[in-house]
């Protein structure tokens, strides 16, 4: 059972900046793609960033692009997620998940890890 931690969610002002991170192991990093979806309650939960094990092309979707940036650390088995110019939009639980390739479904995700809670509130 592949283990997904995430951590970095809190308050933040719109405008502000956060980094979520990912722990997992090498064997989930050299074999998954991993991506962030996160999820308001009542609405389906939405892919946003994927990195790929092997290339490490990434992907995000239009409501974060230019402003979240997806990046793994290797050598302590982390993916991040860099988040700037933060809107009340982004208030949701983000998760992070594993598949085996890159896919913005949830369906498609294999593991998953408990998520946590980002606010954007001023």
């Known amino acids: 059972q592949l283990q997904l931690v995430e951590s970095g969610g809190g308050l933040v002002q719109p405008g502000g900046s956060l980094r979520l991170s990912c722990a997992t192991s090498?064997?989930?990093?050299?074999?998954?793609?991993i991506s962030w979806f996160r999820q308001v309650s009542g609405k389906e939960r939405e892919g946003i960033s994927c990195?790929?094990?092997?290339?490490?092309?990434?992907y995000y979707a239009d409501s974060v692009k230019e402003r979240f940036t997806i990046s793994r650390n290797n050598a302590n088995n982390m993916v991040f997620l860099q988040m700037t110019n933060l809107k009340p939009d982004d208030t949701a639980v983000y998760y992070c998940?594993?598949?085996?390739?890159?896919?913005?479904?949830?369906?498609?995700?294999?593991?998953w890890g408990k998520g946590t809670l980002v606010t954007v509130s001023s």
């Open positions: 990195i790929h094990s092997a290339a490490g092309s990434t």
């Open positions: 090498k064997f989930t990093l050299d074999y998954y793609a």
């Open positions: 998940a594993a598949a085996g390739g890159c896919t913005s479904h949830a369906s498609g995700q294999d593991y």
